[in-house]
Each structure stands twice: as C-alpha cells, then as structure tokens.
C-alpha cells in the first residue's frame, strides 16, 4: 500500500473511538496531513476523496489551477472537521459541509457525499430518516420528477435504468423512508462534495464498496443544516469551521457564530477579527480562534 492509499484508507474510511462523556462540540477529527498525487487525480477529485474544497487545496499549495499535477507531488492538506453531531448508532449527514458520518459500536466512519442541488426543487430534504432496503447492482427506477426534466430538457425519457456502467446509483445503494432519496455510489465521482444531484447522497466508489456492507436495514439517520460549527478542545481551545449557506438558510453567518460563542459562554476568549476571517472565507475548516 502507498503512502496516498494507506493515508485515504485510515482518513477517509475514518473510525475513531468515542470517549465517554465526551460533548458533541469537543469532536474535532482530521487535521494537517499530506496527500501524493496519484493518476487520474485533478484538483476537484483530490478534494472529493478528502472531503475539502479544490480551492482550499490550491491555496495552501500555492498552484497553478491552469497547471496539471504531476503523479506523485506530494500536497499539503489541512482536513480538520468537528463533528456536528452524535448518536450512539446511526447516521448524520450535514448539507453545508457535505459529509456523512456513521456511527456504530461506539466507532466512527466520517465520508464525503454528494448532495442535491442549490435550486429549491432538487435540494436533499433535512430530517430524520430509516434505511429501509440495500441493493447490490440495483436498477435505478427513475423518479417522476427526473423523467419530467427529461422531458422538458428534449432528453428520451426513462422510466429506468439497468444495472451497470451507465446506471447513476453505481454498483450500491441505500434505499430511504425519505420519498425518492437514496444514499448510493456514482458514476460521476466529481460530483461527491459537491451540490449538483436531484436530492440523492452520493458517495465515491471505493466509499461504498466499504461502507456497504457496515449499515444494515433499519439503520436510523438524520439530515441537518449546519454551515457554523464550535469546539472546544481538551486543551481549552476554541475551533471554528464555517461553510457555505449553500441553500440560504441562514440570515447572517456572523450571526450564527455569535450565538454559538454566547451560548457556550465563549465570547471574551476568542479573537474577533480571526472569526470575521473565516466567516468571509468560509473554508470549512476548522480553525483555533483562541486569544
């Protein structure tokens, strides 16, 4: 194994003990880390396995967007994260970051998904939801309202789609309680971490082919909104990790970052102009902004 692949299989396929009585808010996973380029990768790629943005990518390597990579250059990648959410088993999935994380037996496996589109038709619903079947090789039985932009788009429309290489659900899927959403792979790897489905959660290939077999039927799960995330650190220090409103929710990011500071009793032990930094920024990583 590599150095790129052993490094993806212990960040990506991530499982992290829970310490008892630890807070939601004191989860902070990932961190600086490097990755080496291999074939077949572009920016956007890299970012899809890592779980970060392209451009977080491109400026703490200072590239060239207009260069292609070189196989084997070795890239700085900063993947600090604080988890949003626990549960003792289940899953969660936050939009705005474009994460999954599964719980299980007290361990953790935290992935990059796809998520739908920023138009109000295709957005991935919140709330809670139950796996309710899983299906190897399935065929994709084509939504109504797919079928109808097919139709609109002078595309041929289909009712559904086979098994194989031209099926968008990949060779895995989740089937949901929530109406036409699945959790499933992709054809299209570029677009996981990013926001371009129809309301499925989309995951990478290589994702699935792990991830499948750990969830069972019944598996309970929850979608949440949450582009401001706050963590305090066993250390005492305070993180904070601000995204995109990618759906605008929110009225005011700096607004949110307040209210998560005031309620946790934090405002006097931060530094203000760091915080107005990454709320502009919106990098999603989480950053120390301790006095």
Not at 89 to 101: F, S, T, V
Not at 124 to 131: D, E, K, W
């Amino acid at each position: 194994m590599n150095y790129s692949s052993a490094f993806l299989f212990c960040l990506l396929f991530l499982l992290i003990i829970l310490t008892p009585g630890i807070s939601l808010a004191d989860m902070i996973i990932g961190g600086e880390t490097s990755y080496v380029v291999q074939q077949g990768d572009c920016l956007i790629s890299i970012g899809a396995k890592l779980g970060v943005g392209w451009q977080n990518i491109v400026k703490q390597n200072q590239l060239d967007v207009a260069a292609r990579l070189k196989i084997g250059t070795q890239l700085m990648v900063n993947t600090r994260r604080i988890v949003p959410k626990t549960v003792a088993d289940g899953i969660i999935i936050n939009i705005p970051e474009g994460m999954l994380y599964f719980f299980k037996a007290g361990e953790l496996t935290a992935l990059p998904v796809g998520l739908g589109k920023s138009d109000l038709k295709w957005r991935t619903p919140l709330g809670r939801f139950t796996i309710t079947a899983k299906a190897k090789d399935p065929t994709w039985h084509v939504p109504v309202s797919i079928q109808e932009e097919m139709e609109t788009n002078g595309l041929p429309v289909e009712t559904s789609v086979e098994p194989g290489p031209d099926n968008p659900l990949g060779r895995y899927a989740f089937k949901t309680s929530l109406a036409d959403i699945m959790i499933h792979a992709t054809i299209w790897p570029t677009t996981v971490h990013q926001w371009r489905s129809h309301g499925c959660i989309r995951m990478l290939p290589e994702h699935m082919e792990k991830f499948f077999p750990l969830v069972v039927v019944g598996t309970k799960g929850e979608i949440i909104y949450e582009p401001v995330k706050l963590a305090q650190s066993n250390e005492c220090r305070v993180f904070l990790e601000v995204h995109r409103d990618i759906y605008r929710r929110i009225d005011s990011l700096s607004g949110e970052v307040k209210k998560h500071l005031e309620k946790r009793g934090l405002s006097d032990q931060v530094d203000w102009n760091k915080i107005n930094s990454i709320v502009d920024e919106k990098t999603g990583i989480a950053e120390d902004v301790t006095l």
